[in-house]
């Protein structure tokens, strides 16, 4: 039943979710109310369904809010938000190099990386991803400027003082301004606080910056351009609230 607007697209999901097959949601729905256990019958078929079109399983949650009486919810918008993000990957000629590639960076490039390694940025920033694995220490050389205490604000537990999620840096090149507090404008101020505060080597020469920022910027990755594409604006009905820009 949702052959035709199975997509898999963000915009196949928000299909789903509003338009196309919501009579039959609408069905589902209304016989889930008198036979509880058709849900869980229903569920696990649209789940088939979206394995056999390689749509996944985040999808389930968005097609799920469509069964639910009040599906505009903060918890519900963050999850679609996450669902879409998951999906939002922007594969680059680093890729290429992970994959075997090695001609895939240029000398510079490939330089860069190696300071990368050596000067130990990897114990954080590390994985395919370049980091977003886990919380460190900001300033574990030396105390770091900053009033904010990172993760301590919310565990109260002594030991997370400064600690800050340990960000990815794919894409860093278009991620400015850098760090919590967005304090830093220029790649090149993050890179040389981080070589400062966080590791032993302390400062990269002239020659490995260059590198390491050479490095850095071949990270940024291809857009999907269909993925990330505005979706059309689906035609109201009879129930659809009037905007309330308030
Ligand atoms: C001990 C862990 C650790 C090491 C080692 C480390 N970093 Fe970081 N890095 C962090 C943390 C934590 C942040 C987030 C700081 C913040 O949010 O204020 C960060 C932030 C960054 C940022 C800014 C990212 C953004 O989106 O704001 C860059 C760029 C960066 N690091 C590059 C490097 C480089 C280059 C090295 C090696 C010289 C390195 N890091 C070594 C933990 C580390």
Redesign the pocket.
Known sequence: MFSGTLVTSGQGIVEIAATGPRTELGKIGKQAKAEPTMLQTETRRIVRLLAITGLGACCVVVVAFALTRDPITFANVARAIGAFERKLVTPGRFDKFLGGDTSALTDPEAKGLA??MD???????MGPTV?GTM????G?MKP?P?K?E?RFQETKNEADKF???????RN?DK??????????PQ?ED??K???EY??A?GK?SDEELQN?LAF?KSLTGELPGDYIKEPAALPPSKTTPKPDPS
Do not use: R
């Not at 919380?135 to 900001?138: I, N, R, T, V």
């Not at 991620?175 to 830093?184: R, V």
């Open positions: 300071a990368f000067a130990g940025c990897v114990a954080c920033h980091g919380y460190q220490k900001l574990l770091y900053t904010d990172g600690f800050f999620k340990v960000p990815s840096l860093i991620t400015a301004p850098y760090f919590h507090d967005g304090s830093l790649l993050a890179v606080v981080m070589v966080q590791t080597k990269f390491v850095l």
